[in-house]
Every structure is written in C-alpha cells, then in structure tokens.
C-alpha cells in the first residue's frame, strides 16, 4: 500500500513473507516456518524478529512431535503447560522478545491446551472444577478475559472459598476494567488465606503496587503475602466493601477468639498470626460499622489492634 506516493513496510516482499510464518507457527507448522524464516535470511540476514522466531521454533519443533503421542487429554494439557513455563525461562536466557512470533505460538499452544483439557473436562477423567480453572487460565493467558470469567465463576459456584479462583477472577475483572468487583474478590481472596493467592500469576497492575507497598513496610520475605491485606487496609486499596452474609460476624469472631488463642501460645507462629488477626479485626470493624453494630465492640476492636501493632494502629487511624 501507498502513503503519500512512498510504499509503506507492509508492502516489502520479506514482510509479507514474515507474516506468512507467524501464520504457519500459529497453526503448529513449525518446521515450515522455519524454512520461510531461513529464505528470509538470506535475503536481509537482519530482518527484524526473525532470529527471534528461529529461537524459539528451535525450542518447540522436537516437543511438539513428542507430544502428539500422548493418548491421555489431560496428562497431554499439563505437559504442555509445563513446556510453556521451560520457554518462558528459555526466552529469558536467550533474550528473545516476546514479539509476533512467541504471540503466534502461544496462540497455537494454549489453544492445543484449551482443547485437550476440554476433551479431558468431557471425559471426566479428573475433577470437574480443577479442569474448569485449568482452562480458564488459558484463556486468562492469551488475553480472552470474558470467556476465562465465565469458567472461573462456574468452577466458582461448585468452590465459594478458594482464595486462588477469587484472586484469578479478581484480575480478569480489573482487565476488563470492572474494578469495584475485582477489589471486592481481592479482597475476600486475600481475607480467606493469602498464602494460597498465586501472586506470581496476577498480572493486575493494582495489586503489585500494593505488594510493592508492603515489601517497603516489612522487612521479612515470608511474611510479605500474609501483610498485603493489612497495607491494602491502611491505602485504602480494598476500598470496596460488601454487606456481611447472615452469620457472617459471628464467624468473624470465632475466628478472632481462635487466633487470639494461638497468638497467645504459638510464639514461633506470630509472625504469620498477627497480620491474618489485625485483618480480622478490620474486617470484624467494617462488618459492624456497615451494619450498624455496637461501637463499644468497634472501640475494643480498635483497642486490641492498639495492642497488637501501635504502629499500625495509628497508620489506621489516619
């Protein structure tokens, strides 16, 4: 095509060529590619992202073979998924961009994942919801945030508390800019056990900000992930609240009494206690004020956080 009498990129040969072997390796026709590549070399031997694709078709062409003869749908998906995390190092150490190339495999190896754990999913041959997740990470992964909430708030209805769905479907929400919702599941994610956040697959912008906020206030690595929700609390991060379900504050209590119990007698455990009970306490906090509970039980709430983490507290309070 033209622009102003000048042919434009997408009008050279080699481009057009190029294009070709992205919709090659989309498609898993990964040797093919390679030839189209390798014509393109020796006609500009710096073309740019072809190195790129040659590296990375060098990864993928053995493992592809060996993968089509895997019978099992499911052991097939995992292995893939396991390849996929090997290629993300081998980028890294070969310093390969994560350009055209990588997007248009990925885009051939999670639809090869999406499709084997479906055929899995139908099969039965493993529980329902963990393949439901499995396959809403994929689609989580190439970017189809809408079609990943839909399984994920499938797999959700079967699982209510599973801190790692709530975070998953926490970000797909933020991606698709629905934030009251996504800071709600954070929230609850983070509440239930934040150990069990994987922190390393949330892509949301939100939450690392918070998580770099807390690595600033605490000096111990292990315990970061179990502060994150106090310093959300304390940003006014998890600004988003929801009305406490039926029985819900008595649980909270239950809960409380329970840390309180073991933060008195497992010394070695505080360090991971007293973030999860001082966000016990915010939460037990809000629970009344939206409800309109008693503002005696708020002040000793207040108080005993006073107790636990002055420092804290008066952060709070601010």
Request: aromatic share 12%.
């Amino acid at each position: 095509m033209e622009n102003g009498g000048q042919l434009t990129f997408e009008d050279d040969p080699l481009y057009i060529k190029q294009n070709r072997a992205h919709k090659l390796l989309e498609e898993g026709e990964f040797n093919e590619a390679a030839e189209v590549f390798n014509n393109i070399l020796t006609e500009n031997e710096s073309f740019p992202g072809v190195e790129d694709g040659l590296k990375s078709i060098k990864f993928w062409v053995g493992k592809i073979n060996k993968l089509k003869r895997y019978y099992n749908s499911y052991d097939k998906a995992k292995l893939l998924l396991k390849e996929w995390r090997d290629f993300e190092r081998y980028m890294k150490r070969n310093s390969i961009r994560n350009g055209r190339s990588t997007v248009a495999i990925q885009k051939y190896i999670f639809s090869d994942i999406i499709e084997s754990f479906t055929r899995a999913y139908n099969e039965g041959s493993v529980p329902d919801t963990a393949i439901l997740i499995q396959i809403g990470d994929c689609f989580k992964k190439l970017g189809n945030f809408e079609r990943a909430i839909d399984l994920y708030e499938y797999a959700r209805s079967f699982n209510k508390n599973d801190p790692a769905l709530l975070s998953k479907l926490g970000d797909c929400y933020f991606s698709i800019d629905e934030t009251s919702k996504a800071k709600v599941l954070f929230r609850e994610a983070f509440f239930i056990d934040p150990g069990l956040v994987e922190i390393e697959t949330i892509e949301s912008p939100f939450i690392h900000m918070i998580l770099e906020k807390t690595r600033n206030h605490v000096k111990n690595t292990e315990t970061v992930i179990f502060w994150l929700p106090v310093i959300a609390e304390l940003n006014s991060a998890f600004n988003v609240k929801r009305e406490p379900k039926k029985g819900e504050i008595e649980k909270l209590r239950a809960g409380i009494r329970e840390l309180e119990h073991e933060y008195a007698n497992n010394r070695r455990k505080r360090p991971l206690l007293e973030p999860k009970l001082i966000n016990h306490y915010f939460w037990l906090i809000d629970s009344l004020k939206i409800t309109g509970g008693d503002k005696k039980e708020i002040e000793q709430s207040l108080q005993r956080i006073n107790e636990i983490d002055s420092e804290i507290f008066t952060l709070y309070l601010k």
